[in-house]
């Protein structure tokens, strides 16, 4: 079941959710909440780091270490002079959110992260895949965004409402926390 914005604000000041800093009215759907570009740096992976290291192009998905291979090899996308970042044309980046959400297990209580239609329809997927936000998840979450439009993309830090948060009820307590290595992650890397 999908809480309504008002379930959403009840459950905020119950203690089953936690968004921080707290949403100002004109973030709230219907049905979701808006969460906005944090402040940290858009990072990209850098392909002349990946070469100069004479690293091999493959990555085995069920032998590496994200914050291994983010340390190494993603760098900053520039920040404009006006503190934005410019999304180009067919790009990928990695971002974060401004808030910090808890989903405490006694809250039972998950979400989705979805993208917004209005940048979606610039050509901007967010959050490509793996949308789910577990019961027991606590932190900023990580964004995988692709330009897929013909425009460059002016993102606002803190200003630009990036994603949506879809909350949904879930039918009983964990038996046990959620063990990822994202749990109280601060930046992309998923350092804490």
Not at 10 to 15: A, C, E, I, V, W
Not at 137 to 160: Q, S, V, W
Request: glycine share 8%; proline share 7%.
């Amino acid at each position: 079941m999908i809480l309504s914005d008002r379930d959403i604000q009840d459950s905020l000041s119950k203690g089953r959710l936690g968004i921080d800093p707290v949403p100002k009215a004109d973030q709230y759907s219907p049905s979701a909440v808006d969460l906005r570009l944090g402040d940290d740096a858009l990072k990209q992976w850098d392909p002349e780091l990946v070469e100069q290291a004479g690293v091999e192009n493959t990555v085995d998905p069920d032998r590496f270490k994200f914050g291994d291979l983010a340390r190494r090899f993603l760098k900053d996308l520039p920040r404009q002079s006006d503190g934005s970042y410019i999304v180009p044309p067919h790009k990928f980046v990695l971002a974060i959110t401004d808030e910090v959400v808890d989903f405490p297990l006694k809250g039972k209580l998950a979400a989705r992260v979805e993208g917004r239609s209005s940048i979606a329809r610039l050509g901007l997927t967010v959050h490509i895949t793996a949308p789910t936000i577990h019961c027991g998840f606590r932190g900023r979450i990580a964004l995988e965004m692709f330009n897929l439009g013909p425009f460059h993309l002016r993102l606002h830090p803190k200003k630009t409402r990036i994603c949506q948060l879809i909350i949904e009820r879930v039918t009983s307590e964990p038996r046990s926390g959620l063990k990822s290595a994202f749990v109280d992650q601060r930046n992309v890397g998923g350092r804490r």
